[in-house]
C-alpha cells in the first residue's frame, strides 16, 4: 500500500507561479514512477507531467517550458512547480504513485489562475 498527498494548491493571477508537493508513504520502495494528472470541470483528467526513479521526464504539450517537475527520492517527495499560470491551468491536481500492478491516487488539491 501506498499513500499520497498533495498540498501546495491556492489561488495565483495568470502569469504568476505555485508549486504543488507530493508526499509518498507507506511502500514507497515500490514506486516506479510519480507524476500530476488534473482535472478541469467538466473534463476528463489528463496527464501533466510525470517522473521516474531514474528522474525520466514528461510533460503535457500544453505545459512544456512553464512546468517543471522533479523528485526527492530520499523524502519520496515530488514536485510540480508551475510558472507563467494562464487561466485555462485552473483545475484540480492528482498526484499519483504508479506501482507494479496498480496506481495510486491523493485526493486533489485545487488551483485557480484568475485573469
Known amino acids: 500500500q501506498v499513500q499520497v498527498v498533495e498540498s501546495g494548491g491556492g489561488l495565483v493571477q495568470a502569469g504568476g507561479s505555485l508549486r504543488l508537493s507530493c508526499a509518498a508513504s507507506?511502500?514507497?520502495?515500490?514506486?516506479?514512477?510519480m507524476g500530476w494528472s488534473r482535472q478541469a470541470p467538466g473534463k476528463p483528467r489528463d496527464l501533466v507531467a510525470g517522473i521516474t526513479t531514474g528522474g525520466s521526464t514528461n510533460y503535457a504539450d500544453s505545459v512544456k517550458g512553464r512546468f517543471t517537475i522533479s523528485r526527492d527520492n530520499a523524502k519520496d517527495t515530488v514536485y510540480l512547480q508551475m510558472n507563467s499560470l494562464k487561466p485555462e491551468d485552473t483545475a484540480v491536481y492528482y498526484c499519483?504513485?504508479?506501482?507494479?500492478?496498480?496506481?495510486?491516487w491523493g485526493r486533489g488539491t485545487q488551483v485557480t489562475v484568475s485573469p
Open positions: 507507506g511502500s514507497p520502495r515500490t514506486i516506479v514512477t
Open positions: 499519483y504513485a504508479a506501482t507494479l500492478p496498480r496506481t495510486y
